[in-house]
């Protein structure tokens, strides 16, 4: 398993920009997949965006074009960028790692969960 730490959430203003970090326990190299994920008051956690090793990237609809997941290898660290913030990205945002075991199966970790808010 991967011991993640979070840093980086906070209030900001709606229009703002805030910047996650998760740094990773071991190489993100032997990672599959990297991504955040959020949990908004009354919701359901959802898939923010994902970036697997090969360096492809995925982001919910709602988050395209204005957050950037990101890595940095040498600090075995996720990054995910958040501009033009808007109070409905108010939510516990959450890193998860992903490894793939033998067999189709796969591994998850999780951070601590960062706290963001946005308001109007």
């Known amino acids: 398993q991967v011991q993640l730490a979070e840093s980086g959430g906070g209030l900001v203003q709606a229009g703002g920009s805030l910047k996650l970090s998760c740094a990773a326990s071991?190489?993100?190299?032997?990672?599959?997949?990297m991504g955040w994920y959020r949990q908004g008051p009354g919701k359901q956690r959802e898939l923010v965006a994902t970036?697997?090793?090969?360096?492809?990237?995925n982001y919910a609809d709602s988050v395209k074009g204005r957050f950037t997941n990101s890595t940095d290898n040498y600090k075995n660290t996720l990054y995910l960028q958040m501009n033009s913030l808007k109070p409905e990205d108010t939510a516990v945002y959450y890193c998860?790692?992903?490894?793939?075991?033998?067999?189709?199966?796969?591994?998850?970790?999780w951070g601590q969960g960062a706290q963001v808010t946005v308001s109007s």
């Open positions: 970036i697997t090793s090969g360096g492809s990237t």
């Open positions: 998860n790692a992903r490894v793939h075991v033998p067999y189709g199966g796969h591994v998850d970790s």
């Open positions: 071991r190489s993100i190299f032997s990672i599959n997949v």
